[in-house]
């Protein structure tokens, strides 16, 4: 560690980079669906009082947590979180909860990936079969996006190119390899998304025997709240896209903050990357998707899961004028979204490797490419070997890792700042920036509403799951059947073991500084 750490080039390059890092497949995938399948309307609410009662003080308590941990040469959440925590509590303690910091960020940073990092493989696929207008032809989308991951070249192919591409970003460093190409891809992102928001409100009403379905009208169905479907499950729903969207709870966050210098500010560009982010959310993701599926099939085609982007949009863009182009403009943003989130993830685990072991950064960004490829393998054969598309190994390690997991370490983060740092962490937010965080902003959110609705919020979940038979030895949701049941326990054993992997890691780590 004697060397020096990395620092960002330019405030523009690190702003780009943090709004890089947030705006993702999450963004333009995930949101859409999300917001469809819980009444549309009726998401809006509990989505913005996530974001003000967590995103917007979790964001800011990441920032701090990163910053001061690269102070001290770390790069990871294990050792930032055991700075803080040891203020308050005695150091074993204090070890213990960095230990299991540090083993859950390793799980999300490792296992988010390896599912994230085959979509944008599938994106990049999809971003030259609709230049090719391999879709436009065909009877069922759903049939051909089955056939499309059931193929070994393709889901190999464009896997590799993928991963390939992270890994010499990775190797070019902070300002010569994340911050570069967030500075090219970024802007693009919002010109596509600018373009296909254009295509998307002059569709007029495509469906001759439904002259009302129009984008607006598709429009007028998400924004208009529907009370009466607000529910527990889409408030569950609007706090994880949240954390999923921001990036926040899964160590990314405090791992780009760590090449921050000591006095730079955060409050701003914390701030700035929420609302890069948030644009990139609601205005781009929520006027391309959900209303063009609303002027093709009304408010039932709303209604669509994860196939949204994959199954539902390309049998739209059969139908439209120019649809391989518009096909292939969506892909790629796609991708592109998803190339700078997932490049913070390797990051992290290039930074990780380079904190325990004398690995320089070239070598650590190919070791963490061969582990990709091993985590990345049962997400890939699973559709192979079983001949579906039901992706249960990929759904159940989402689950864990891409769901509860960034609950759980958000609230650790937020738990250890307010009550464990205490009244340090107000200033160690504020040091450098040029606004303020008020001190009752702190004492309110950061030190209480926030960690208390999240106990709250975890404790509601993990209810509710345990009355769906969720953790039982064999879950409720495959019992009986055969077929599923051994991926969904693979996925259990393999987000624990890593787990585990990722707890002594920290532990040895945490000891040695
Ligand atoms: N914020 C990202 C998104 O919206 C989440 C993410 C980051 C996922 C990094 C994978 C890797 O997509
Ligand atoms: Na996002």
Redesign the pocket.
Known sequence: MSEKRENWGSKLGLVLAMAG???????F???PYQAAKNGGGAFMLPYFGALILMGIPLMLVEWSLGRMGGKYGHGTLGPMVYLQAREGVKPRTAILIGSLAGGLALAV?LL??SY?NHIIGWTMGYTVLSLTGSYMNVESTGQFFADYIQNPGLVFGFWLLALTTLMFTAMGGIQKGVERMAKILMPTIYVFGIILIIRTLTLGSPNAAHPDWTPIAGLNFIWSPRWSELNWAATMAACGQIF????IG?G?ICNYASYLKPDDDIVLSGLTTVAL?ELA?VILGGTIAIPIAYAFMGPDGVGASIGLSFIALPSLFKEMGFGNLIGALWFLLLSF??LT??V??YNYLVSLIMENTSAIRKKASVLVFIGYIIVGLPVALEPILTKTADLMYFTEVDNWV?NFFLFILGMTEIIVTGWLFREKGLPEINRGSYWKVPSWFYKLFIQGITPIAMIVVLVMYVVDTAKQGYYKLIPTFVAGNDALIPWVIAGRLVVFGVVALGCIVTYASIKRS
């Open positions: 890092n947030a705006v993702g497949l999450g963004n995938w995930r949101y940073t988010v990936n994230y999923f969207t921001l990036s899964m990314i982010n959310e979204a998803g989130s997932a913070a993830m891409g």
